[in-house]
C-alpha cells in the first residue's frame, strides 16, 4: 500500500537535507518515524495497563520466588 503526504517548503528541505545525512529517502525515514512512534504508543499504552494492575494489586515477587515457583511446576 502506498501513502503519500505533502509538506511545506521548508519541511520538505529540512527533511530531504536530513535523508541525505543518514543515507535514507524522505520515504524511508518517514516509514522509520512512523513505525516508532507507533511502538512509543504502543509501549506506553502497555506501561499504563501494568501500573494500572499494580496499583490494583501490589503484590510483588522476589526473582527467587518466580524461580521456586517455575522450578515446582516444571514436569
Known sequence: ???SFE???DTQKFAETYASET????GELAKKI???RI???MDLRLYEQSKA???ADPQTY???EI???LMSNAV
Open 23 to 26: 543515507g535514507e529517502t524522505v
Open 34 to 36: 512512523l513505525l516508532e
Open 7 to 9: 509538506l511545506d517548503e
Open 1 to 3: 500500500m502506498t501513502y
Open 53 to 55: 494492575e499494580y496499583e
Open 39 to 41: 511502538e512509543d504508543i
Open 67 to 69: 524461580e521456586r515457583e
Open 62 to 64: 522476589s526473582l527467587d
